[in-house]
């Protein structure tokens, strides 16, 4: 099993670009999560999709931010357009239905963005 | 809402044991799970109790008292590698959320 993969693992920008992270969960994993790492915030849950459907966005800062998962295979975090205090580490983690919630999930390595 | 309290910063010495305390508020508690997370990298799990009392894995162990909302997780045997950032996190019911706390940060000295 290769795990959760991130792509890219560095990307850094200029304010105003569209930015897109990808993630593809480990096979098999129903839950799908998105959290953003800062010193000051921590780690805070953007958005999660169950089987493909996004369940509670009520983390994402504002509408700039979008998340999609077409298929259980993929998922997308796309910031259109980027603002300097959205460089963070994103990361994505995964999990199977069957631990219940908070049980354990598995990371991806994360996306380190950088907005100048 | 919901709260997790940690401390920020722990020190002590290879070979020792060292406990990380949490303290939560939240309706609908589900279970407390603990993370690891080396500089640079990303979390890891390292344990979770969904029931009053201890769980051990290896040369860790958590514990969790419901009627407290509090936990701990345990280190002995303390090793250079275990330096590392330590993230309590809970979970509700009725739904797959799990908030993490701002997380304890573990500096093992020779």
């Known amino acids: 099993d290769a795990g959760v993969i991130q792509s890219p693992r560095h990307e850094v920008t200029e304010m105003g670009q569209e930015v897109t992270l990808r993630c593809k969960p480990i096979?098999?994993?129903?839950?799908l999560f998105w959290y953003r790492q800062t010193m000051m915030r921590g780690l805070e849950l953007l958005i999660y999709?169950?089987?493909?459907?996004?369940?509670?966005d009520s983390g994402m800062p504002e509408d700039r931010f979008s998340a999609k998962m077409p298929n259980a295979s993929f998922s997308t975090l796309k910031i259109q357009p980027s603002e300097p205090r959205d460089s963070a580490v994103y990361f994505c983690a995964s999990s199977p239905r069957d631990r219940g919630p908070n049980y354990g999930y598995t990371f991806g390595s994360g996306t380190r963005l950088t907005v100048v | 809402g919901q709260s997790l309290e940690q401390p920020s910063e722990v020190t002590a010495v290879e070979g020792a044991i060292v406990q990380i305390n949490c303290t939560y508020q939240t309706s609908g508690f589900y279970g407390l799970s603990w993370y690891q997370q080396h500089d640079g990298g990303a979390p890891t799990f390292l344990s979770y109790n969904g029931l009053d009392g201890l769980e051990e894995t290896g040369r860790f162990s958590s514990f969790l008292s419901r009627s407290d909302s509090y936990g701990y997780l345990l280190l002995q045997e303390l090793q250079m590698k275990d330096s590392a950032s330590y993230f309590c996190a809970v979970g509700r019911t009725g739904g797959f959320k799990t908030i993490f706390g701002a997380g304890t940060r573990l500096f093992v000295k020779a």
């Open positions: 096979s098999g994993h129903d839950y």
């Open positions: 999709f169950n089987n493909n459907v996004p369940i509670d």
